[in-house]
Nanobody, 121 residues
Framework: QVQLVQSGGGLVQAGDSLRLSCEAS????????MAWNRQRPGEERELVAT???????GYVDSVKGRFTISRDNAKNTVYLQMHSLKPEDTAVYYC???????????????WGKGTLVTVSS
């Protein structure tokens, strides 16, 4: 019912900035809270940032002050603006969305395919 298409990954130097985008399509009424997650090589996936439909956001401590999550509901898109990137930020970044409570949405969580961010030192 919902597809998430990501863009914006790449290779950058430590201290650089990068912006990731994730556009939802399909039944966008099924999208509530959106989030960015990342998975470092050999590690479990972790939640990085979340944002509710009305714009309230939260972050994991390791990215506070450096990353900003935002969303444009008119464009059905969530962004992750990353500043002061560190080598330890290197990971595959995934966007995801929690479903709304509408019965037609089925209660499933939606995931993008991921994009690689590599930060060199």
């Amino acid at each position: 019912q919902v597809q998430l298409v990501q863009s914006g990954g790449g290779l950058v130097q430590a201290g650089d900035s990068l912006r990731l985008s994730c556009e939802a399509s399909g039944d966008t009424m099924c999208v509530s809270t959106m989030a960015w997650n990342r998975q470092r090589p050999g590690e479990e996936r972790e939640l990085v940032a979340t944002i509710t439909s009305d714009g309230n956001s939260g972050y994991v401590d390791s990215v506070k002050g450096r990353f900003t999550i935002s969303r444009d509901n008119a464009k059905n898109t969530v962004y992750l603006q990353m500043h002061s990137l560190k080598p330890e930020d290197t990971a595959v970044y995934y966007c995801n969305a929690d479903p709304t409570a509408l019965p037609r949405c089925g209660g499933a969580h939606y995931w993008g395919k991921g994009t690689l961010v590599t930060v060199s030192s």
